[in-house]
């Protein structure tokens, strides 16, 4: 019998936590869509009054203190991962916490399987990989480098410009006189106007932390003002970028080298957002706009797009995938420019993965458009990551894929 070890960072329970958890906003590294799930996200109350702070009063952004755990998991899909897990082998949970090496250092199992997002620092995605390298223990998903890559969205774009593979034109800043650099125009950036609007974030975060309608950046006082409150609460430079007015879209991808697959898109409908919003899926989206009451339907899976843009997307999303090294899964996400070009946004190698339907996880919906259950899908990734490594376990999944789009 395979010994699969399953590593993870579960969310500490609210009683766990040393400030009100009312503070807190919840989710996993991709926030659900919906907020049937609050119990279990540790939250009692919705993270809505310091989102609306956040807009209303520009010096309270959420702090990176408010979010720290955003992107752990919490233990519905940690027991939902483990039991896809159980049909291949034994599972032994390795929760990555103090204890992680010396634990994998003890069970020694065939191969790991990694949801854990880490805590401190950009490296903290690549921390429980190298420590498996070490022990030479194989494992599933990208390796430290990638990882770490793709957790900066900076040093993402300057290797996918550099290849050519289009991204919005950007720039970092670190400081005040970085951004001012941008509000003189001597910066790649054109200054921000309402004709030439910029997008700005912090660098190395996931689950929209730190991204609001006040990050799309009209002028260079927006841009000064918001700018010195992400690096105020973040203490990370920011990535200011063109902003793409298209429409959006996320990709999932299952497997390796030429057997890697797009799984069918998914859309987001913007129209879906309240009245004159900004069109992007960021914080107030992901945790305000959409309530159990009057959920937010921003998603359709397979996007109902021309046949030619999907395989233009497809095309750049692999080349992506592959030049960045990402193995066995991934999310990326995409925006049209003005001219209808897909651009690539961000990377996500360790992609969100609630196993809830109705949580609207993005890369688990649309492996079910691709006929996968939540099961199958961790149980693809393990096998990819298992062929990949040369261990061997249970050809459960022996059905073709068949991506229906
Ligand atoms: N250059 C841009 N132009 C237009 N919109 C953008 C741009 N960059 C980011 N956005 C918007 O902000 C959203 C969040 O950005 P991004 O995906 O980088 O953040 P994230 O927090 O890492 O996301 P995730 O929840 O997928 O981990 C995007 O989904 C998109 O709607
Ligand atoms: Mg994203």
């Not at 766990?16 to 590294?29: A, C, N």
């Not at 918001?226 to 298209?246: I, R, V």
């Not at 497809?314 to 003005?338: F, K, M, P």
Request: glycine content about 6%.
């Amino acid at each position: 019998m395979t010994r699969i070890g399953f590593a993870y960072n579960q969310k500490p329970a609210a009683s766990q936590l040393s400030e009100p958890v009312s503070d807190r906003p919840r989710g996993d590294d991709e926030p659900p869509s919906t907020r049937r799930d609050l119990s279990s996200r540790n939250l009692s109350t919705p993270a809505s009054a310091l989102a609306a702070a956040s807009i209303a009063a520009p010096a309270s952004v959420a702090t990176a203190q408010d979010d720290r755990f955003a992107e752990w998991d919490g233990p519905e899909t940690i027991d939902a991962v483990a039991d896809a897990l159980g049909d291949l082998g034994t599972v032994i949970r390795l929760e990555a916490d103090d204890d992680f090496p010396a634990k994998l250092r003890a069970s020694r199992p065939d191969i790991v399987f990694n949801i854990a997002e880490g805590l401190n620092g950009v490296n903290r995605e690549a921390h429980v990989p190298a420590i498996c390298e070490f022990y030479g223990v194989p494992y599933s998903g990208s390796d430290p480098f990638t990882l770490t890559l793709c957790l900066h969205k900076g040093r993402t774009k300057e290797t996918l410009a550099f290849h050519g593979v289009p991204t919005a034109p950007f720039a970092l800043a670190a400081s005040l006189a970085d951004l001012r650099l941008i509000t003189r125009g001597e910066t790649r950036l054109p200054v921000p106007s309402e004709k030439s609007p910029l997008f700005i974030k912090p660098v190395h975060e996931g689950s929209s932390k730190g991204i609001t309608e006040r990050n799309y950046i009209t002028s260079p006082a927006a841009l000064m003002e918001t700018g010195e409150a992400l690096l105020d609460a973040y203490d990370q430079p920011l990535l200011a970028e063109t902003f793409l007015p298209g429409m959006e879209f996320t990709c999932g991808v299952l497997g390796n080298g030429k057997d890697a697959v797009v799984l069918p898109i998914v859309g987001m409908n913007f129209g879906t957002l309240p009245e004159g919003a900004v069109p992007i899926y960021g914080f107030e989206a992901k945790w305000i706009w959409d309530r159990p009451e009057n959920p937010l339907d921003i998603f359709q899976c397979p996007a109902d797009i021309p046949e030619a843009l999907r395989a233009e997307i497809e095309q750049v999303v692999l080349r992506t995938y592959h030049l960045l090294g990402c193995r066995d899964w991934s999310r990326i996400d995409v925006r049209l420019d003005a001219a209808g070009a897909p651009h690539i946004v961000e990377v996500n190698p360790l992609p969100g993965i609630l196993p809830d339907p109705a949580d609207n996880s993005c890369l688990p919906k649309a492996a079910r458009a691709a006929g996968l259950s939540y099961d199958e899908l961790i149980q693809r990734c393990l096998t990819h990551a298992a062929a990949r490594t040369g261990v061997r376990v249970p050809r459960r999944t022996p059905r073709r894929l068949e991506v229906v789009a």
